[in-house]
């Protein structure tokens, strides 16, 4: 009998009966409450304990993710399917595909890096520890639900978090961008709810939240369209799309680093996850519809925000516009409806989460070290410390889409998918093209002016400053484990495009195939 049990064990462990993402979502934010009743002073505990978990999170779901999925399947695996409300039919759904591997990967990767990074906060460090946890689950579990009103919840569960890490450990202007956060990202949110809750309760007595039932069904054009607005708007904040990108600079300029390295690298993405889970994958006619506009927007947002983060006198600042920059091509691949273009949107997601995070730790580093952010007192600092020197050198080096890096692969994936569409002429294309090469030309222009200013130069070397030390092994290790998968994807992107050619081919034959019916 007890041989049977264990052989018993031994299969739901070993199968895809196990509830791997329940455990994988719920893990982060159940572990992070036991902070709560560490000693008061033992920061050195909570930390450790913060990164363990962190890093078990990582391995648990690279583990799960690595026997239990079948990378070559383009439907939804790992399926989990709970009533959770009877009342009105509301269900923990959760499942993955090529789509939501990486950013669920990105997630795990770099929130292990932002709680080391986090190293230096010793004021209230197990509320802030905790609330890091909390945005990890909250962030997989927007990554992996297949259900409209736990997508929602999941979206929502990450705002208090980043509320409160911006007005607690933030900037001197702390409170001003947190306030005008939550304004902007609730905002949104209510759009996206009554997205939500329409297309759940539509041609139905019973509300149906399924992923898989919605993105089946077909409404009638004008409603669609009034769909897409919403959702539209909900995901453009997150993205951010121009005009709805203010909130960004400023939350990026007065957030600790390691939040800034969690909203650079995984916040963002989420907006752009969202915008091809449910826009791209629900509303296909109104999606083909409002795509050459989302184009526009995007080669428009490109030069824009890179024209803008060349005015900056704030190092974070012009990181975030940077950010905002490379967020057009996203949206560009997007709204191409090729393979190639979205590949190249889900590539230029998982690269840019990388080189945003990398950037913005860099740029807190150094602010450690000597207390400044202004550009206009920066300089020299090349001579006191070269190791934070060369990373920073080679990571915006990434970020101007240097050959052998993976912006590189992936805005030029962007690009054969611009000129591939058959959403737009042969003339468009051309001044579309141009726009983006435009784009191109400014990044470089704003990210060497950036080294120039803060590296080169004399004006701290003459400065009655006290000697700062070079970036330890932490910041090190940090930096380096970073930069790999960033060399890594440049050279074989491949092992990423493999994830999700599948699951993307499967979205665009659907777009050919009810354009074809209608």
């Known amino acids: 009998m007890g041989f049977m049990v264990q052989v018993q064990a031994y299969l739901v462990f070993t199968t895809n009966y196990f509830p791997w993402l329940t455990i994988i979502v719920i893990f982060p934010i159940s572990a992070g409450s036991l902070i709560f009743f560490f000693p008061h002073r033992g920061n050195k505990v909570t930390r450790w304990y913060t990164l363990c978990i962190c890093s078990l999170e990582l391995l648990l779901t690279a583990y799960a993710f690595s026997y239990h999925l079948q990378l070559d399947d383009p439907l939804i695996q790992l399926v989990e399917n709970y009533k959770w409300i009877h009342f009105f039919q509301f269900y923990w759904r959760l499942g993955i595909d090529g789509l939501s591997l990486g950013p669920i990967l990105l997630t795990g990767f770099i929130t292990t890096l932002a709680t080391l990074a986090a190293w230096p906060v010793t004021r209230n460090s197990r509320l802030f520890y905790f609330l890091m946890l909390a945005m990890y689950s909250g962030q997989i579990g927007s990554f992996s639900s297949r259900d409209l009103l736990l997508f929602f ?3 929502e569960l990450e705002l208090i978090p980043v509320y409160l890490l911006l007005s ?8 001003y961008s947190a306030t005008k956060f939550l304004l902007y990202t609730a905002g949104s949110s209510l759009f996206l709810l009554i997205g939500v809750l329409s297309i759940g309760l ?4 019973e509300p149906t939240f399924h992923f898989e039932i919605s993105a089946h069904q077909s409404y009638p054009a004008a409603l669609e369209i009034i769909f897409y607005i919403g959702f539209l708007i909900a995901f453009a904040v997150k993205l951010p799309i121009i005009p709805l990108h203010t909130w960004l600079p400023d939350t990026h300029g007065e957030a600790h680093y390691s939040t800034c390295m969690l909203l650079a690298g995984i916040l963002l993405k989420m907006g752009a996850y969202g915008l091809v889970r449910i826009n791209v994958e629900f509303l296909p006619h109104a999606h083909s519809m409002f795509s050459p506009y989302l184009i526009t927007i995007g ?6 925000a ?6 900056q ?13 490379h967020m057009g091509f996203i949206i560009i691949g997007i709204s191409s409806i090729t393979d190639t273009g979205l590949n190249g949107a889900i590539l230029q997601i998982i690269s840019h989460g990388f080189i945003g995070a990398s950037l913005f730790f860099l740029a807190g580093t150094s602010y450690d070290r000597i207390r400044l952010v202004s550009f206009h007192e920066m300089g020299g600092m090349a001579v006191a410390i070269p190791k934070v020197f060369t990373m920073f050198s080679i990571l915006s080096m990434a970020s101007l889409a240097l050959p052998g890096m993976s912006g590189f692969v992936a805005e030029l994936i962007v690009f054969f998918g611009i000129i591939t569409s058959q959403k737009l002429l042969l003339m468009p294309k051309i001044l579309i093209t141009f726009v983006m090469a435009i784009g191109m030309i400014l990044t470089p222009i704003y990210s060497l002016s950036m080294l120039r200013q803060m590296f080169y130069g004399y004006r701290l070397l003459n400065a009655p400053t006290p000697p700062f030390f070079d970036s330890g092994p932490r910041e090190l290790f940090v930096s380096i484990s970073i930069l790999l998968p960033v060399i890594g994807i440049g050279i074989y992107p491949d092992f990423l495009l493999s994830l999700s050619v599948d699951r993307v081919e499967l979205i665009v ?3 050919f195939l009810e354009s074809f019916q209608k």
């Open 306 to 311: 890179a024209s803008t983060s060349l005015g």
């Open 153 to 155: 919840i999941m979206w």
């Open 509 to 511: 034959s659907n777009f």
């Open 313 to 325: 006198r704030n190092l974070k600042k012009r990181i975030a516009y940077s950010s905002v920059s």
């Open 202 to 205: 539509f041609g139905s007595n």
């Open 299 to 304: 080669a428009i947002q490109i030069v824009y």
């Open 168 to 175: 607690l450990w933030g900037g001197k202007k702390r409170l």
